[in-house]
């Protein structure tokens, strides 16, 4: 076990991180943004229905928006307290602005869930589209409410 490195996102101090948008890493061309929706630690913890729900709307959107040839992959966190953006060649306040507009779309959605029919999904009846509007709809009004956003872990 003394060859095993420490992977970077168990560097960061989770006991000081905040609700917002960091870059996690970056691998040549591939940016990892950190989509903290909730505090690390902090007794809140999203649900995995929740979790879910997110996921399904947020990838479909994101993935038909102006980036979305560009993007890698978006998913929960294991932790339950935010999501994982990977994208490739995106400048870091395009991504900004590009999550805005998808938390933005998911709220005011009008239909049906995403991917929410048996063959579409491994558990698709672990759903809802409310909870998935009231998590972007708190993490849409966190990352409004800041001042200035510089992408790093402080």
């Known amino acids: 076990m003394n060859n095993i490195q420490r992977i970077t996102s168990f560097s960061v101090d989770h006991d000081k991180l905040i609700p917002g948008i960091y870059i996690s890493r970056v691998d040549g061309d591939i940016t990892t943004f950190d989509l ?7 007794g809140s913890f999203m649900d995995t229905c929740t979790a879910h729900s997110v996921e399904h709307m947020f990838a479909t959107y994101v993935r038909n928006s102006e980036i979305g040839d560009r993007v890698i992959y978006f998913g929960p966190m294991g932790c339950r307290t935010g999501f994982y953006l990977l994208t490739r060649d995106v400048e870091p306040e395009t991504v900004l ?6 938390l933005a779309k998911i709220i005011a959605h009008d239909g049906g869930m995403f991917g929410a029919e048996r063959k579409e999904c491994g558990n698709y009846l672990d759903l809802n589209l409310d ?17 200035e ?4 872990y402080e």
Request: hydrophobic share 30%; glycine share 2%.
């Open 36 to 42: 903290r929706t909730r505090t690390p630690n902090g």
């Open 97 to 102: 602005a590009i999550v805005k507009e998808t």
């Open 131 to 147: 909870d998935a509007k009231r998590e972007c709809a708190a993490y849409l009004d966190v990352l409004n409410s800041k001042k």
């Open 149 to 152: 956003i510089t992408f790093r």
